[in-house]
């Protein structure tokens, strides 16, 4: 039912925020993303740039730390994205 209707539902990805029932872009997620895709584009792996937002204290949303797979994750969405 909310699919038919275009209301979003399920996890919110990372970078967004639900606001008045649709996705709008959350600015510091957005900059982390951003980030994320820079560190890619210089050739950097999904272990690199979790241990290099790790380093710098950046936190995940729903983790303790970043991992491989939440990177690979934002990466592959950014991706079908554009």
């Given at each position: 039912?909310?699919?038919?209707?275009?209301?979003?539902f399920?996890?919110?990805?990372?970078?967004?925020?639900?606001?008045?029932?649709?996705?709008?872009?959350?600015?510091v997620?957005?900059?982390?993303?951003?980030?994320?895709?820079?560190?890619?584009?210089?050739?950097?792996?999904?272990?690199?740039?979790?241990?290099k937002?790790?380093?710098?204290?950046?936190?995940?949303?729903?983790?303790?730390?970043?991992?491989?797979?939440?990177?690979?994750?934002?990466?592959?969405?950014?991706?079908?994205?554009?």
């Open positions: 039912m909310r699919r038919e209707s275009g209301v979003p399920g996890t919110v990805p990372y970078g967004y925020i639900r606001h008045r029932g649709k996705l709008v872009a959350h600015p997620e957005m900059d982390v993303v951003t980030l994320i895709l820079q560190l890619r584009s210089k050739g950097m792996g999904y272990c690199a740039i979790a241990g937002l790790n380093a710098r204290g950046i936190k995940p949303r729903d983790a303790a730390k970043w991992d491989h797979s939440t990177v690979r994750n934002i990466i592959k969405r950014a991706g079908n994205q554009v």
